[in-house]
């Protein structure tokens, strides 16, 4: 069965404080990866796809990357308006996508 | 270009009634997915359907859930006989296919009383 980790639950940077989210994967027959944002109340708003080894993309401050196991949520002196959810998620050859439980981030000035 | 649609916003039902939620996806999209989330959890798939068919429900409870995407019309998902526990936010996703990325709708939150 396919599955999706993402790491930390929680993180919280100070305004200008760099950092990366991890997300490890097992989907059989990789299709897609997808990065979501989440905001309190609303629905997964989407940023990224990535469909094979050694992509990047990038968006603003957030660069997404993805290995064979692994896409990384890169985020460049963040502000605190970036404070959300992160949501990862893959589809592969199940079709269904299927997300990991996500990462709380906060950023604090 | 209206994003993904789902209605009503907030539901409130008794134990024991029905509850119908809607989506309507993006123009030109024939693939939707429903997801349950419980608050500070991620989301947890229900289904996939294209029109007229559902491709995977591994996710949907045996009993008491049903969903369908018919030729004219919204999906809908629906769930008989409420209980407590079905209380959630329901989020559907649609995209123009498989395996491309999945817009989400807003979201209907249930709530069982």
């Known amino acids: 069965e396919d599955q999706v980790t993402q790491s930390p639950e929680a993180l919280r940077l100070q305004e200008g404080e760099s950092s990366s989210l991890n997300c490890s994967y097992t989907v059989s027959g990789l299709r897609g990866l997808f990065w979501y944002r989440q905001d309190p109340g609303k629905g997964p708003e989407f940023l990224f796809t990535l469909y094979s080894a050694g992509e990047e993309k990038e968006k603003e401050r957030l660069k997404a990357t993805l290995t064979k196991k692994e896409s990384f949520l890169h985020i460049t002196a963040p502000k605190p308006e970036d404070s959300a959810t992160y949501l990862c998620g893959g589809t592969g050859t199940a079709s269904k996508l299927t997300f990991g439980t996500g990462t709380r981030l906060q950023v604090t000035l | ?113």
């Open chain 2, 1 to 113: 270009n209206a994003g993904v649609m789902q209605n009503p916003r907030h539901l409130v039902r008794r134990r024991g009634q029905e509850a119908r939620l809607r989506c309507s996806p993006m123009k030109g999209h024939s693939h939707v997915y429903w997801y349950r989330q419980l608050p500070e959890e991620g989301l947890k798939f229900m289904v996939y359907l294209q029109k007229e068919n559902i491709i995977d429900e591994s996710g949907m409870p045996k009993e008491r859930f049903s969903a369908e995407f018919p030729k004219e019309g919204p999906s809908i998902l629906r769930i008989q006989q409420v209980v407590r526990g079905d209380s959630a936010a329901y989020f559907c996703a649609s995209s123009p296919f498989g395996t491309t990325e999945a817009f989400f709708g807003q979201g209907t939150r249930l709530t069982v009383v």
